[in-house]
């Protein structure tokens, strides 16, 4: 069984402050790693993917990733109440079907 | 990124009858894919339709329950056969987008069944 983990939260986080959120994954053979935001009643929208070790940046969205722990999160520097929303991790070793974590909720308090 | 509309957006469905989605891609994809997010959960892969072939069903997943088809590279549906409460979930198309090498997430259809 290919395992994706969150940790369900919510995870809260004060305004302008850093939120971590982690993924671990079981399938050694993964390649591609993908962050979703879902907000409530929405369906996924894409953040970021990453693909090789190390850290990926866009904006103010942070992925790192690293293979050889299995391990992969998502930093968000200045959190705003409108990142407030579940955030779904996902993997896969092959092409493009997806293996979804249950996902983390973010609270951002004002 | 790659447009994606699915159809209809939301129903209310009885039991027992059977309900078809839309998926329409702006542009020209080879594989499109069926996720299900029961309340409460994550998603899960229904199956990957390719153009010209079967869809692949996921473990637990069958082609009676969930008949899916591919006519041409920009369109899918998947149909919901015999609905039971159990079946209320939401409903995404996805698609990949081999230029940006990912994937995108059509706004779902939000089903319930009474």
């Known amino acids: 069984q290919k395992e994706v983990e969150q940790n369900s939260g919510p995870l809260s986080v004060p305004e302008g402050a850093i939120a971590s959120l982690n993924c671990t994954y079981s399938?050694?053979?993964?390649?591609?790693f993908f962050w979703y935001r879902q907000y409530s009643g929405k369906s996924p929208e894409l953040i970021m993917f990453?693909?090789?070790?190390g850290d990926k940046e866009d904006g103010r969205f942070t992925a790192q990733l690293n293979k050889a722990s299995q391990y992969v999160s998502l930093l968000i520097r200045d959190s705003q109440p409108s990142d407030s929303a579940t955030y779904l991790c996902?993997?896969?070793?092959?092409?493009?079907?997806?293996?979804f974590g249950k996902g983390t909720s973010l609270l951002v308090t004002p | 990124s790659a447009v994606i509309s699915q159809k209809p957006s939301r129903d209310i469905c009885q039991r027992g009858t059977s309900l078809t989605i839309q998926c329409q891609v702006d542009?020209?994809?080879?594989?499109m894919f069926w996720y299900r997010q029961q309340p409460g959960q994550s998603l899960t892969l229904i199956a990957t339709?390719?153009?010209?072939?079967?869809?692949?069903?996921e473990s637990g997943f069958v082609i009676d329950k969930f008949p899916i088809s591919r006519p041409n590279l920009t369109f899918s549906t998947l149909t919901v056969s015999n609905m039971s409460p159990e079946d209320s979930s939401i409903y995404l198309c996805?698609?990949?987008?081999?230029?940006?090498?990912?994937?995108?997430f059509g706004e779902g259809s939000w089903l319930t069944v009474v």
């Open positions: 996902a993997v896969t070793n092959s092409g493009y079907a997806l293996n």
């Open positions: 996805s698609v990949e987008d081999t230029g940006a090498d990912t994937i995108y």
């Open positions: 339709a390719n153009q010209g072939s079967e869809a692949t069903y």
């Open positions: 399938d050694r053979g993964s390649q591609s």
């Open positions: 990453i693909y090789s070790n």
């Open positions: 542009s020209q994809v080879t594989m």
